[in-house]
């Protein structure tokens, strides 16, 4: 790897984590860094300039914050695990309200509708995009959640972690559908207009119809997946614990799932997977970047780096990745 443009590094921290996603707009970098603080937790909400490499500490939190940040219509949503959910207007960089939901450390995936923010703390809550006031919750059999919530329409579709997959109708606010049982959801996708790619700790990817949760076919990773499946073309990007990272094709006319090809990183995959004119790009646990072919899989390049990415981020000519000892390190793009 050449050098980068810039490292930002918060100094004089202990242990510091990274957030697995991070956002740019407007040519600003913002993520959340957690680190350990007189025997506790601290975390911080921060804007960097990728031009000139100047911060803005917007949020500084007395706990965790491990979500990935979520931009929607000029406002960010994020939240710690104190069970506080900030709505922050990134143009001025400012708080514009905060809600406090539930009593336990929260899942911090959430999701966007028009006018409402889901998210699940022990039961899952609707909160409004304007005030940040409680609409609504509703109380599942399990208590636990770490997986994405995505939004269609007037349904959400969301997993629990030691339970089912379901979708959720917001009109009639309850449960249209659900699929498995004492299963572990990490991640979820849409596939085309009527399927989801569903992911769980078991290491199998799962399609399923939208409509009613019936189950079409998967496919066995062989290994824990934690990270959300990237999908192009038709097609599912995937990496698992095992370092295995997949290229997968659903057949439509066959109704099943193919191996298109399967890379064998070094370690654990620690980033998602991303996609960048025709090339796959992706981090190992053992401070590996790669570089690989879309269409074929085959290794452009293998590169030892300061401390593997949790995050690979491109914007313009510029590359980013975010990880816990370099935190941000922008390079041209490669």
């Given at each position: 790897m050449k050098k980068p443009l810039f490292n930002y590094k918060i100094k004089g921290i202990r242990q510091?984590?990274?957030?697995?996603?991070?956002?740019?707009?407007?040519?600003?970098?913002?993520?959340?860094?957690?680190?350990?603080?007189?025997?506790?937790?601290?975390?911080?909400?921060?804007?960097?300039?990728?031009?000139?490499?100047a911060e803005n500490i917007i949020l500084v939190v007395p706990h965790v914050i491990r979500n990935t940040v979520l931009f929607d219509n000029e406002y960010l949503y994020i939240n710690s695990f104190n069970a506080i959910l900030y709505c922050i207007d990134y143009l001025n960089l400012s708080i514009k309200w905060e809600c406090k939901f539930g009593d336990r450390n929260p899942d911090w995936h959430i999701g966007v509708t028009?006018?409402?923010?889901?998210?699940?703390?022990?039961?899952?809550?609707?909160?409004?995009?304007s005030t940040g006031n409680v609409l609504w919750t509703y109380q599942h059999p399990s208590n636990h959640s770490s997986c994405h919530i995505l939004v269609k329409e007037d349904f959400i579709y969301h997993g629990l972690s030691d339970g089912y997959f379901y979708c959720f109708d917001l009109i009639k606010?309850?449960?249209?559908?659900?699929?498995?049982?004492?299963?572990?959801?990490?991640?979820a996708a849409f596939l085309l207009d009527t399927l989801i790619i569903v992911c769980a700790t078991n290491g199998v990817v799962y399609v399923l119809e939208s409509s009613s949760g019936r189950e079409i076919t998967n496919f066995d990773t062989g290994g824990a997946i934690y990270r959300e499946p990237i999908i192009k073309d038709n097609k599912i990007f995937i990496g698992n614990d095992f370092g295995m990272v997949y290229c997968l094709e659903f057949v439509t006319e066959k109704s099943k799932i193919n191996k298109i090809w399967e890379y064998k990183a070094s370690d654990t995959i620690s980033s998602r997977v991303v996609i960048l004119n025709s090339f796959v790009y992706l981090s190992s646990e053992d401070n590996y970047f790669y570089k690989?072919?879309?269409t074929s899989g085959d290794e452009i390049f293998k590169e030892k780096v300061v401390s593997y990415a949790r995050d690979i981020l491109f914007t313009g000519d510029k590359m980013i990745l975010l990880s816990d000892k370099g935190q941000v390190d922008c390079y041209s793009a490669v």
């Open positions: 510091p984590m990274i957030s697995d996603n991070g956002v740019v707009l407007d040519n600003k970098l913002f993520f959340a860094v957690k680190y350990d603080k007189g025997g506790f937790y601290e975390s911080q909400l921060i804007a960097v300039d990728l031009d000139t490499g028009d006018k409402s923010i889901l998210a699940f703390n022990g039961e899952l809550f609707n909160i409004d995009k606010q309850k449960i249209k559908w659900t699929f498995g049982e004492n299963l572990y959801f990490k991640s690989l072919d879309m």
